[in-house]
């Protein structure tokens, strides 16, 4: 209908009765499909043919008010029809507001999701909705041999498809990027599995596919690439928010840290230094959290706080090693790190950004192409990192799991191996003057001796234990079980 100058009529003034009117008059297409879905107290409207839309409860209540002014009820009465006009006031207006909000509850617990019922089409968690198409890249990376071209599973987009996250181009204008193509070459400093990895972490935030289990570190000199890269170019492929969501330390620790990361495909998190020892053990449980699909406590103003499971894949971004508990390699193991090692401070390009997003729709298919590698890849080889990437790795651990590099430094992994307390204090001694780091307990003391093995114990994913043995000579040894010394350091 047309809004403003038709007459709708209602049955009865209670809000439920007006609602079912309001969503069948104003929120459903002509294909039948709803047109109003509200998630995480958050209206979306499918707007324009092809995309979904958030409003707020201002738009929602001027919509309303137009809408209702436009409402009359129809009585009978003996002597014939009545027509008694609705006259919203601000106090119908809000009733039928609640009673239309539970009305179009978004149904699923993450997105995208086919809303008219097709569970068996293609796997949602894959998807890359375009503006103008769906891409399909688990059933794409199916068809497709691993040399030959790509031939896409693609789909018109519809309001079959609920996903607010859409790459703010068509599908079929991609072209060439040189641009994108040479700032590649000048980030990686040429490096092909550096620009790969790279493309191949683009794809994963674009999909709502997390079963990978990654975070991403990008680490290195100032402008060399980070922020254009991924608060550019991510970010306006992901169409900005709600699906791009970027946060300081600061923002994400205090009370509503979280407020619409819950929505977000990506989190990211520039500059992250300088942080306090809190913030670094809550930084790292939360990376935690979210790479293992844990439900996180998200408190959002004018929200009561609910558990959610995070979709986001955390993006760091630091021109310092980051400082970050990492006991049992529980952030490193899921780590995809990518170095920076260039800097253009100097000689920047001011129009490079401009220029890149005006080759959105070649990148975008790029990244395409790339989650079609990503998905087609054996599990092992899903991100594989430069050789650069260990160095920067190797001094992440170094600096935030010292047990781990001393125990990598002095020890190899041996089931069979044993080594004596009294071994592993001398290799202790001489690791801490050579390195010129301590082994340290949890709340930041130094650990003595005595404790060494029980710390090696907690801060290890060797497969280590307490034992006790005797020697010939029948003296009794206290020690480990699990590793043996490296030949190189036997005399240290």
Not at 150 to 165: D, H, M, N, S, Y
Not at 305 to 317: A, T
Not at 374 to 393: D, G, N, T, Y
Request: glycine content about 8%; hydrophobic content about 40%; some cysteine.
């Amino acid at each position: 209908m047309s809004q403003n100058s038709q007459r709708v009529e209602i049955s009865g003034p209670d809000p439920m009765s007006v609602a079912r009117v309001v969503l069948e008059e104003r929120f459903t297409g002509e294909d039948g499909l709803q047109m109003l879905y509200v998630r995480g107290g958050v209206p979306y409207e499918w707007y324009g043919g092809n995309r979904w839309v958030g409003r707020d409860e201002e738009w929602m209540e001027d919509e309303l008010w137009s809408l209702l002014d436009c409402c009359v009820e129809i009585q009978n009465h003996a002597q014939g029809q009545v027509v008694k006009p609705f006259r919203p006031t601000k106090g119908k207006v809000a009733d039928v507001m609640r009673a239309l909000y539970s009305l179009v509850r978004y149904p699923y617990q993450g997105e995208p999701a086919w809303m008219d019922g097709r569970m068996d089409h293609v796997d949602t968690k894959y998807l890359i909705a375009f503006r103008d198409v769906v891409v399909g890249v688990k059933e794409t990376a199916e068809k497709w041999d691993g040399k030959g071209p790509i031939e896409w599973v693609t789909e018109k987009r519809t309001a079959a498809l609920f996903t607010p996250v859409v790459i703010p181009v068509n599908f079929e204008d991609a072209r060439e990027c040189p641009n994108w193509e040479r700032a590649m070459d000048d980030w990686s400093g040429g490096d092909e599995v550096w620009k790969e990895c790279r493309m191949r972490s683009f794809a994963y935030c674009l999909m709502a596919q997390r079963d990978y289990a990654k975070w991403f570190m990008e680490y290195g000199k100032v402008r060399g690439g980070k922020g254009l890269g991924s608060r550019a170019v991510l970010s306006a492929l992901l169409g900005g928010e709600p699906g791009f969501v970027s946060k300081s330390i600061k923002d994400l620790m205090g009370s509503f840290g979280l407020d619409r990361v819950e929505h977000a495909r990506v989190l990211l998190v520039p500059e992250a230094t300088d942080m306090t020892k809190v913030e670094m053990r809550q930084m790292s449980s939360l990376l935690k959290q979210i790479v293992g699909r844990d439900p996180v406590d998200v408190n959002a103003k004018f929200q009561r706080q609910r558990g959610h499971q995070l979709g986001c894949v955390p993006l760091i971004q630091a021109n310092e090693m980051l400082s970050l508990p990492n006991a049992g390699r529980g952030v490193t193991s899921k780590m995809v790190a990518l170095p920076f090692d260039v800097s253009f401070a100097g000689r920047e390009d001011y129009e490079l950004e401009e220029k890149l997003l005006g080759e959105l729709p070649g990148i975008a298919r790029k990244v395409a192409e790339a989650a079609v590698r990503l998905v087609k890849a054996p599990p092992q080889e899903k991100f594989v990192m430069p050789e650069r990437s260990k160095e920067v790795i190797r001094r992440f651990e170094m600096r935030n799991n010292p047990v781990q590099a001393f125990l990598d430094a002095r020890f190899v992994e041996d089931r069979n191996g044993r080594v004596s307390n009294e071994t592993l204090r001398a290799q202790r001694k001489s690791w801490e003057q050579m390195s010129e780091m301590q082994l340290l307990r949890g709340d930041g003391t130094y650990a003595s001796q005595m404790h060494l093995p029980s710390l090696l114990l907690e801060g290890t994913t060797w497969a280590l234990s307490k034992l006790e043995w005797r020697l010939t000579t029948g003296q009794k040894v206290r020690g480990l079980k699990g590793l043996r010394v490296r030949r190189e350091t036997r005399d240290d």
